[in-house]
């Protein structure tokens, strides 16, 4: 195949990404009419908690209701173009789902946005020292003690067919 076919076709797949449409945007940009935003942090494991943060994008106050599994537990305004900040706890091995309500006369309850939140944490207090639970010797260990003593095995049947191997043979009958 001649330089020019390779370079052609190495350079098909670049040409093709350039040129056609680009694909959607993986995270949809907020809908322009929501009065607030909702984003939250990663979770800490030491407390247990996450943080909300409720942006409000309008010249106007925005009241929200936060609520964690249809339940809620913080309602209040947002100034116009503030932020508020609200912490969730979430319990060691289970999963919530966190949802932003905006609340007006005409729309009581009008969902913004909503995400899913699992305290996966095993450890807790522990690992934020640093120390890990004892759980016995690595495997790892064992794997090469395996292998040790394979080698050796081995090594010994190599030594013992290396001796008896290249053995003299009698010219005639035997």
Known sequence: MR???????????????LLLPSSAQAWPLPDRGDPFT??????????GSVRVTLRNQTPQLARFDLRVDARSVATGSI?????????????????????????????????I????????????????????????????????????AGLVVMGGIMWWYGSVWPRSVPDGPL
């Not at 330089?3 to 670049?14: C, E, F, H, N």
């Not at 969730?88 to 309850?109: C, K, L, M, Y």
Request: hydrophobic share 35%; aromatic share 4%; net charge positive.
């Open 3 to 17: 330089i020019g076919t390779r370079l052609v076709l190495a350079a098909l797949p670049v040409g093709a990404a």
């Open 38 to 47: 909702m984003t939250t942090d990663r979770l800490a494991c030491g407390s």
């Open 79 to 111: 100034p116009a173009r503030k932020q508020v900040v609200r912490t969730v706890r979430i319990d060691r091995g289970t999963t919530r789902e966190i949802e932003a309500f905006s609340v007006t006369d005409t729309h009581p309850d009008t969902l």
């Open 113 to 148: 946005d909503s995400t899913r939140v699992r305290n996966d944490c095993t450890w807790g207090r522990e690992r934020r020292h640093g120390r890990l639970p004892y759980t016995g010797p690595p495997s790892d260990l064992w794997g090469k003690l395996a292998t040790a």
